[in-house]
């Protein structure tokens, strides 16, 4: 038997209401506006009049007293904004899902800027967009060396004209070859492995080479490789400049890049003056 209020003829008003107090903790049932306005009117009985809640139980009393929340924030009968209330256990496990998501954002991010960097300084990848370029002098350094200019000037331009000594086979790659002029990829171990820089060399015998980056860590390299006459033998002049876009983050870059670029330029030519000197030091 199911009890009923005073004055009412069903208990479907009582039943009504206790449904609505245990629809408060429901999950995945959404109380819509127009299902709340139902609640309302069998709670008011059929007949339209109100009954008097003072016949009601404490608890069930403070139930229709309390606002009605409406799952998804929607509207209550009362036109105000229902405000849906997670409980403990939901925060807490929203709370661990949201330090979740930010550990797997910045994983990505790790992951991601590491990978960008490889491929920079591999020479893989090359940003050339034109904006914020910022350009710094490499040099000048100059080399006395005990050798005739001409013979110089055929220590550095035999690897890229002629055949390519078996030596220098894991420095040098020579992809194209013309009279006064090469497509040649540089190949110079770094920390991170091994950056590969493809550069047009152009030769004016017996006194000048220039190298121009076509591909590489940074967008823009020039360079040139002066041969001067002088007393004992010939002066060797090394200078240049290097670009990078982006504005302050580029020009870190670029000085990162200019110190590899010239340690690197600094040994090779060590092993020209070096050669030079040997093959003069016998035909002399």
């Known amino acids: 038997m199911v009890g009923r209020f005073p004055g009412e003829t069903s208990a479907l008003?009582?039943?009504?209401?206790?449904?609505?107090?245990?629809s408060r903790g429901w999950r995945g049932v959404t109380m819509t506006p127009k299902a709340v306005a139902e609640i309302e009117r069998l709670r008011?009985?059929?007949?339209?009049?109100?009954?008097?809640?003072?016949?009601?139980?404490?608890?069930?009393?403070?139930?229709?007293?309390?606002?009605?929340?409406?799952?998804?924030?929607?509207?209550?009968?009362?036109?105000?904004?229902?405000?849906?209330?997670?409980?403990?256990?939901?925060?807490?496990?929203?709370?661990?899902?949201?330090?979740?998501?930010?550990?797997?954002?910045?994983?990505?991010?790790?992951?991601?800027?590491?990978?960008?960097?490889?491929?920079?300084?591999?020479?893989?990848?090359?940003?050339?967009?034109?904006v914020g370029r910022r350009v710094?002098?490499?040099?000048?350094?100059?080399?006395?060396i005990a050798a005739a200019r001409e013979l110089v000037f055929d220590v550095i331009a035999g690897p890229y004209l002629g055949a390519t000594p078996r030596a220098l086979e894991d420095k040098l790659q020579v992809w194209e070859r013309g009279s006064d002029m090469v497509l040649a990829a540089h190949l110079t171990p770094v920390k991170c492995g091994v950056t590969t820089t493809l550069e047009t060399v152009r030769f004016e015998r017996p006194a000048r080479i220039d190298f121009r980056v076509v591909r590489g860590?940074?967008?823009?390299?020039?360079?040139?490789?002066?041969?001067?006459?002088?007393?004992?033998?010939?002066r060797l002049t090394w200078e240049g400049e290097l670009g990078t876009d982006f504005w302050a983050l580029g020009?870190?870059?670029?000085?990162?890049?200019?110190?590899?670029?010239?340690?690197?330029?600094?040994?090779?030519?060590?092993?020209?003056?070096?050669?030079?000197?040997?093959?003069?030091?016998r035909q002399g």
Request: proline residues 4%; charged residues 25%; aromatic residues 6%.
């Open 44 to 130: 008011r009985g059929r007949s339209g009049q109100e009954w008097d809640t003072n016949y009601c139980p404490i608890r069930l009393q403070e139930a229709l007293s309390t606002s009605r929340r409406v799952a998804g924030g929607a509207a209550d009968v009362t036109g105000r904004h229902a405000v849906p209330v997670a409980r403990p256990g939901v925060r807490k496990l929203v709370h661990k899902l949201s330090g979740m998501r930010r550990l797997i954002l910045a994983l990505v991010v790790a992951i991601g800027g590491r990978r960008a960097y490889r491929l920079l300084a591999s020479g893989a990848l090359t940003i050339d967009v034109g």
């Open 136 to 144: 710094r002098r490499l040099g000048p350094r100059s080399w006395q």
């Open 217 to 234: 860590p940074v967008p823009h390299v020039v360079e040139s490789f002066v041969l001067d006459a002088a007393e004992g033998g010939t």
């Open 251 to 281: 020009a870190w870059w670029g000085k990162r890049v200019a110190r590899s670029w010239e340690k690197a330029v600094r040994s090779s030519l060590e092993a020209v003056v070096a050669e030079a000197e040997r093959r003069a030091g």
């Open 13 to 22: 008003s009582l039943i009504w209401a206790v449904l609505e107090l245990a």
